[in-house]
Nanobody, 127 residues
């Protein structure tokens, strides 16, 4: 059974930085996608960034140049470094995992592609 546990959320002023972590266990995919998604109150869940077993990344336009997704395979941990945070980044952030399709060079930033989800960690950015 896949377990994903997020940490690192908190409150920060606009322009500040946070780093989210997601520790994964029980993953059995030989090729995989992992990603970060977020959901603000009253809004639909949206994709933030994805990374695959080859280290190829993909980002939503809204976070390009500000957020960086990375992974430490030795620690089974996924990261999201968030810089230049804006109030619009306020949301619950979720870690997700799923199998990578053989023809995908990069994983799409689409929640429907992911089969396992963490419980989320709250990020609040104030102006």
């Amino acid at each position: 059974q896949v377990q994903l546990v997020e940490s690192g959320g908190g409150s920060v002023l606009a322009g500040g930085s946070l780093r989210l972590s997601c520790t994964a266990s029980g993953l059995t995919y030989s090729t995989y996608c992992m990603g970060w998604f977020r959901q603000a109150p009253g809004k639909e869940r949206e994709g933030v960034a994805t990374i695959n077993d080859n280290g190829s990344t993909n980002y939503a336009d809204s976070v390009k140049g500000r957020f960086t997704i990375s992974q430490d395979n030795a620690k089974n941990t996924l990261y999201l470094q968030m810089n230049s945070l804006k109030p619009d980044d306020t949301a619950a952030y979720y870690c997700a995992a799923g199998p990578r399709l053989w023809f995908e060079n990069r994983c799409p930033v689409v929640s429907a592609r992911f089969t396992s989800w963490g419980q989320g960690t709250q990020v609040t950015v104030s102006s």
